[in-house]
């Protein structure tokens, strides 16, 4: 026991360990409930729905090889139509999301009528699936990547607005004040200061959403986008599945060609002005 | 090119509160003022007001030569040749050093422009930089600088534009005391070969004494003590120590 002048305090500090110590392992026993329940709920411990599972994977990949690339000239225009859609969404999606992000965020505009509804818009936007906004715009303005630009970019400009946000609400105000204080104007400050501290941040999340965008550009193609999509499934539906698998190497090797390209975009942007 | 400022029953409040009541000082060109007080009395709301950032309730301050800063256009131009130097140098950590300084020359180009820093301003950021001898850090970016040298870049800023008023908020307090002591002296030689008027906030008494030209003390938003730094003897130690009671860093620092 620990000599002090001050046992009520101590008590409390023993009570508030213990309460705290208490309330971890309940947390954590709650999610651990909800963990095995959604997975009994899937019906994945049904053993019976597993017989047969590894035997017709590997009859599938059996199929599938060796990957089929002699109808490779006529995948330059479906690679092409996805490469644009995802270029196009994700452009337009961020020069959306920088409007409606800055307007989300608290310490951008402080009009509570004007922030609170577009973070209501942007949580909106983001809600809705980018399929659903596929089937939408493809009703909408018909078959073709045109409509696989637009979901693309409303779904984008939902996730990308809120990143924006939450990146211009954590900017540091001491160099803005800074540039306030020599009688740099509102729009100043924001180029100066705000764009510098925020820039990685921006060029990083929208790379990041380039690539998710390119895949999801793909499965666009399956309600009626176009582009690479299509050409997969339908390959499959014709149970080609070694053009299908030729098809999916393309698409990685695309996706990793992006990737690359967004390391090198980030690790520039890292640096100075 | 320094200038003399006339403050006349400057009144300022904030949040509806008043902070300053009723100050009235001059500020020779040239002169170097130490700004002491315990925290909370106004030191950082009087800088506020001579920058611009903060407009007074009543009375004014009146920039010699320029004119008062309540009116749009003298503020402007008394704007224009202020500088700021900040406790936490307000620096951008992901630029380097001289991209930092260049930020002092902001409010010369089109916030929309997209042309880059022209070769003029990027010399004129150099030699700024080679002023607090830091030009061989030009290309670290700022987050890379010790605490030191993050100050010096902050100097460094504000000598970029020239200014003729030079405010200083406590530009020293987040160095450790010896560092403090040589940045004061750097400070004072690169002050007076620039001929500047300065206003500095200090919380430590024998660097005013060793900084300034004068010591103006505030109290519970007034002005309670105003000496030249030269004659701050012993009495002068007992009237600061009466009036600032509860700090007791203050009176320690005097020896």
């Known amino acids: 026991m620990i000599e002090t002048r001050h046992p009520d305090a101590l008590a409390a500090i023993l009570a508030d360990g213990r309460r705290k110590a208490r309330n971890t392992m309940l947390n954590g026993g709650l999610v651990a409930v909800a963990v095995v329940a959604a997975f009994v709920y899937a019906g994945a411990f049904d053993a019976g729905r597993y017989v047969g599972a590894l035997s017709t ?32 969404g994700t452009a337009l999606g961020a020069a959306f999301a920088l409007v409606c992000g800055a307007v989300a965020a608290r310490n951008v505009v402080r009009t509570p009528w004007l922030g609170g509804p577009m973070r209501l818009l942007l949580n909106l936007l983001r809600s809705i699936p980018g399929l659903i906004w596929g089937v939408m715009f493809v009703a909408a303005i018909g078959f073709g990547p045109l409509a696989g630009i637009l979901a693309l970019a409303a779904h984008s400009t939902g996730m990308l607005g809120k990143f924006f946000a939450e990146t211009l ?88 060609l992006i990737n690359l390209l967004g390391a090198r975009l980030r690790a520039r942007f890292l640096g100075g002005t | 090119m320094s200038i003399a400022i006339t403050i006349d029953n400057l009144t300022v409040h904030r949040s509806g509160r008043p902070v300053l009541h009723d100050i009235s000082l001059h500020l020779p060109a040239g002169s170097i003022t130490a700004l002491v007080g315990p925290s909370g009395v106004g030191k950082t709301t009087l800088m506020s007001t001579l920058n611009g950032l903060l407009s007074p309730h009543g009375g004014t301050v009146v920039f010699d030569g320029i004119g008062r800063l309540d009116q749009p256009r003298p503020l402007r131009e008394a704007r224009r040749r202020t500088a700021t130097v900040f406790q936490d140098h307000a620096l951008i950590d992901r630029l380097p050093a001289i991209d930092n300084v260049l930020l002092g020359l902001a409010d010369t180009r089109h916030p929309l422009s997209p042309l880059p820093w022209s070769g003029a301003q990027r010399r004129r950021a150099a030699q700024a930089l080679d002023e607090v001898g830091l030009l061989d850090r030009a290309t670290a970016r700022a987050a890379q600088l010790s605490g030191g040298e993050r100050q010096r870049v902050g100097i460094a800023r504000a000598l970029v534009r020239r200014p003729a008023l030079l405010l200083g908020d406590e530009p020293f307090a987040s160095v450790d005391p010896a560092l403090a002591e040589r940045l004061a002296a750097e400070f004072r030689t690169l002050v007076a070969r620039n001929g500047l008027t300065v206003v500095l906030v200090l919380h430590q008494l024998s660097m005013a004494r060793s900084l300034a030209d004068r010591i103006v003390g505030l109290g519970g938003g007034r002005v309670v003590f105003d000496a030249p730094a030269q004659s701050f003897g012993a009495a002068d130690e007992s009237a600061v120590f009466r009036t600032f009671p509860d700090t007791k860093e203050i009176p320690c620092s005097v020896n």
């Open chain 1, 57 to 88: 994977i590997a009859q599938l990949t059996n199929d599938s090889m060796p990957p089929d690339f002699s109808r490779w000239p006529k995948w330059g225009k479906p690679l092409l139509e996805t490469l644009s859609m995802s270029v196009a």
């Open chain 1, 169 to 256: 609400e954590h900017v540091e105000p001491g160099p803005g004040n800074a540039l306030r204080s020599h009688g740099v104007g509102h729009l100043g400050v924001l180029r100066f200061s705000v764009l510098p501290q925020i820039l990685p941040r921006l060029v990083d999340v929208t790379m990041y959403r380039w690539e998710h965008n390119l895949r999801a550009a793909t499965t666009l193609g399956v309600v009626g986008a176009g582009g690479l999509g299509l050409e997969i499934i339908t390959a499959f539906h014709l149970f080609e599945y070694r053009e299908a698998s030729a098809l999916i190497i393309v698409l990685l090797a695309l996706v990793s």
